[in-house]
């Protein structure tokens, strides 16, 4: 006869263990723009063509870097967010995937435009170009954001992805 027999065995109960997790929580922020902008910026417009997005956005020709931005849209078109992606150099801009769904993820973007200027005032679009622009589509494909068009503003002019049939 043993004292597990007459007893039971023992049980030492286990100290209770912390596990941690960090939490990722969206965060929005509401900016109000004090400033007379609604000649080119109109709330609950609808974008429908390339050119009209290319006059609004051709105020990124007074940049003397170049900006990437991505215009969020919902299901009928309209801007819910503009996203700025990435600030380059005088010829350049450097834009990852990621970087360009992760917030259209987080707006609840329906669609996608993406809208960048060439300081230099020629809209043509370079093999740099081409490429991300293919390679946001496939992406947006595989997340169901559909990516629209990719606009490039030049002076008094634009080129557009989708009428070039880049796209």
């Not at 150099?89 to 973007?109: D, G, M, T, W, Y």
């Amino acid at each position: 006869m043993t004292i597990d027999t007459l007893f039971g065995p023992e049980v030492i109960p286990a100290k209770p263990r912390m596990i941690r997790f960090k939490q990722i929580k969206a965060v929005y922020e509401t900016f109000t723009v004090k400033e007379e902008i609604t000649n080119y910026l109109k709330t609950g417009t609808r974008y429908t063509a390339p050119k009209q997005v290319a006059d609004t956005f051709q105020f990124l020709m007074q940049e003397t870097k170049e900006m990437f931005l991505t215009l969020h849209l919902d299901g009928k078109n309209r801007i819910i967010c503009i996203d700025l992606v990435s600030i380059g150099s005088l010829n350049q801009s450097i834009v990852h995937p990621r970087e360009v769904f992760k917030s259209a993820l987080v707006s609840s973007a329906a669609a996608l435009i993406c809208v960048h200027q060439h300081p230099t005032g020629d809209p043509t679009p370079s093999s740099e170009d081409i490429s991300i622009t293919r390679r946001l589509k496939e992406a947006g494909e595989i997340l169901g954001l559909n990516v629209l068009d990719h606009i490039i503003v030049g002076d008094n002019d634009y080129c557009s992805f989708v009428e070039k049939g880049l796209l």
